[in-house]
């Protein structure tokens, strides 16, 4: 019994130094054991590891790549029965991490989301994605049958042992949708109970966004087409 923190870095040095004490003294609130995982890139890019040594948490280098493949491998290596990632760029306050651990364990779901587009949710990200993020959504909700306000962060708490039971092919930030809709198809009743606390969204401390907008919007439109189809066939 615990929580697995899961952090997918990409020369994110910096911003771990300054989340990783608070994610400590966030996820020690619960009252649970716990583990910090950080993924790294596949070759090292800064020096992440050491930063991980001062601060007790697991370094990992991804075993496949992209974001997809770090999330895997993520889900490879937890060992614990709650799954907890967030964003290792400053976006996702550790602050929220008690509320989403109490509605995970309170209303018994199958994911919590930090949510931005739920009551008292906020995002300070430019205009231009905010607007792409509702256009998404929005799809995805309506094609997938996802009852969630926020399906594109991956703020969230899932089962361990549920996600280890998942295959995921997506490569990029899709598997976010992915990962939703095959927790759905392998429950008996086909329904995944997801619970959304509202979170504020920041801008990341240190660094620049590694999202391309075009490759994303493709990356996107081409999964949408395939987890339609996965949806209609049932697996």
């Known amino acids: 019994m615990g929580i697995s923190v899961i952090l997918l870095a990409y020369k994110e040095e910096e911003n771990l130094k300054v989340l990783l004490p608070q994610i400590i003294d966030n996820v020690k609130k619960t009252g649970e054991e716990y583990e910090i995982l950080v993924i790294d890139t596949a070759e090292p890019l800064d020096d992440t590891e ?6 007790g948490a697991r370094y990992i280098n991804q075993e496949e790549p992209a974001f997809g493949g770090a999330f895997k491998t993520g889900i490879k290596y937890a060992e614990m029965d709650k799954f907890l990632i967030l964003d290792s760029d400053g976006s996702h306050n550790p602050k929220y991490i008690p509320a989403i651990y109490e509605k995970f364990m309170k209303e018994n779901c199958d994911v919590v989301i930090g949510s931005r ?10 205009k231009s994605s905010i607007v792409m993020s509702h256009i998404l959504n929005g799809m995805f909700r309506l094609f997938l049958g996802i009852k969630a306000k926020d399906i594109s962060t ?5 089962h361990t042992e549920q996600l280890k039971k998942v295959s995921l092919t997506c490569r990029n930030y899709d598997v976010l949708q992915e990962v939703l809709l095959r927790l759905r198809l392998n429950k008996e009743d086909k329904k995944l109970k997801i619970g959304e606390v509202p979170i504020e969204f920041d801008k990341r401390i240190y660094g620049e966004s590694k999202r391309r907008l075009l490759p994303f919007i493709m990356s996107y439109i081409k999964t949408l ?4 189809v996965t949806r209609m066939v049932g697996k």
Do not use: I, P, Q, S
Request: glycine share 12%; charged share 30%; aromatic share 16%.
């Open 50 to 55: 050491g930063v991980c040594k001062t601060f």
């Open 117 to 126: 587009y739920v009551e008292g949710g906020k995002t300070n990200d430019a």
């Open 154 to 158: 991956d703020y969230r708490m899932y």
């Open 225 to 228: 087409c395939k987890l339609t």
